[in-house]
């Protein structure tokens, strides 16, 4: 028999954590930071500074399993990570440091960079790198990932059997995003005879926060959007969307745009082209770097000094965007940096943002600013996640004996969309 425990994400999009156990065998699928607390607000990291693995595991923000932590005897066999989003990785710091860790090449890199950024790191883990298809042993458990159509870059999906039993994890994923054909391909030939599906439903209960219909659709908004742009033009995204910047990067050669990334999403790019050659470098047509001196700071720091120089070929300075600023695409994000670039721009009345990011980060303290700086927000976005459409037509191909609601404020309404529904809730241990 195989012994399933859902530790958190019943009920909630975030901090995923699966617990799998057959015999003396036992195996983590994610182990991820919230996105809410217990209050329904959003999770604040600083909130657990200075509290011990003992208090978090009291508050029910770490799992209670036994050899997962350090300074125990350990008795877990291994963790998979389908993703790079903290939500799904962010409390590998906790984990006992033998315990072997597995994700792909392109998560390994994007979580390995943002310990270089970010004041909240993963130390250093065991990790194993992993790749679509190609199975591995971990304990009595057999795995094999799938590569899936999510806004993180590399994204995985698992099938795991034992004892006769196969579990598929479908992690995050979609069936519109750039690389879509990997959602076609599975629901032609999906793996067969499923016991028990984990599926994600981040959309459900926020159909109509999709936006467009997929990148495609972004694209061509963007493109849109930059055609009539009489002013420089702000791409609010996360670096980490690599359909996004690609996305962007296509509308910026189409109308002869310039797209001006930071050094941060060049390091990002760079990083990731051994992995994929198609995406957009620094020394590209239409692309150039804005340095500034906190992610100067990070890499020279981390020891990445020389990349300070090698980056300087495609630097831009503020004096350089002003002047052609009708023509830029300037890349970045509402924090403390925004207000900052926005007093070196020349007269920016009337230039646009393309607010492409989950609605929900769109406060109404950003719009006042907005609004008094007189800026306007086109919210250009579509989800990382599969619409309600899409995942009916993936757990149909599936055909799971068993399909358990995760990741998801709406699991209720699981049983009407589809058949074999079993909810669970958090702690709730399931055996098949």
Partial sequence: MVNLTIHRGTKEIGGSCVEVRTGN????????????????????????????????????????????????????DGILISHAHLDHYGFLDYIHPNIPVYMSQGAKELIDITNIFITKKTGNINASIVKHLRSFQVGAFKITPYLVDHSAFDALAFLVEAEGRRIFYSGDFRGHGRKSVLFDRMVKEPPQNIDCLLMEGSMLGREDKICDDDEEGVQERIEKILKGSDNITFLFSSSQNIDRLVSAYKACLKTGSIFVI???????????????????????????????????????????????????SGKIEMDEINKKKSQVLMLTRDNSIFPIILKNIDDPEGAKIIYSMWEGYLTDKFRKYCDEKGLVIEQVHTSGHATVGDLKTFAKAMQPKTLIPIHTFDASKYPELFDNVKMLDDREEFQF
Avoid at 32 to 55: A, C, H, N, Q, Y
Avoid at 289 to 299: E, G, I, M, Q, S
């Fill in 262 to 312: 930071d050094l941060y999403t060049a390091f990002i790019l760079d990083r990731l082209e051994e992995i994929s050659s198609k995406l957009p470098q620094f020394d590209w047509k239409n692309v150039r770097v804005k340095f500034t001196k906190y992610h100067a700071d990070r890499l020279a720091d981390s020891g990445h000094k020389k990349l300070l120089y090698k980056y300087n």
């Fill in 25 to 76: 065998s036992i195996i983590l699928i994610d182990f991820g930071m919230p996105l809410v607390g217990s209050d329904g607000e959003r999770f604040d990291s600083k909130s657990i500074e200075g509290k011990t693995r003992e208090e978090l595991v009291q508050l029910n923000i770490l799992p209670g399993v036994k050899g997962l932590y350090e300074n125990e005897e350990k008795t877990i």
